[in-house]
């Protein structure tokens, strides 16, 4: 989804209202184009003059999450950051502990256990983010410092 009406049309084809609220939080995800953090977000919408209370961005986002619109990361600063979500379905996250840049990862654990190990529970879903730091980060931590 690269543009405000495919947003649009996805958000009514799930049932939900497309407030001017919303209009404006998709219009800077799209224009923020990355990784946000809800305050980021909320920064964006009040710089072009929209009056919206930061709980209002983040029962958004929450919303906008919760069907599948948003991908939703907590990164190694325990705070949340969004994106639209781009990915043609499940996936994870490998997030650099140090510059802090988000990737996705196509394995799934939960596709290598076994029922037992799920202790039968059924309609299983999963969340996971891997924590580490990326190439760059070990890189630039190896360089000797310039004195």
Known sequence: MTDLAELEQFLTGKGCKLTRHRRVILQALLDLAGWSSA????????????????????????????????????RADAISYYTLNQASGHH???????????SELEFCPL?????????????????????????????????????
Request: net charge negative; hydrophobic share 30%.
């Open 39 to 74: 305050r980021e977000i909320h920064t964006y919408v009040l710089a072009r003059n929209h009056k919206v209370n930061f709980s209002t961005i983040y029962r958004n986002l929450d919303a906008l999450t919760s069907i599948g619109l948003l991908c939703r990361v907590e």
């Open 92 to 102: 994870h996250h490998l997030i650099c502990k140090s510059c802090h840049r988000i």
């Open 111 to 147: 596709t290598q256990m076994d029922p037992q190990t799920l202790q039968n529970f059924t309609e299983v879903e999963c969340k996971f983010d891997l924590y580490g730091f990326c190439r760059d980060c070990q890189e630039k931590a190896q360089e000797p410092n310039a004195d």
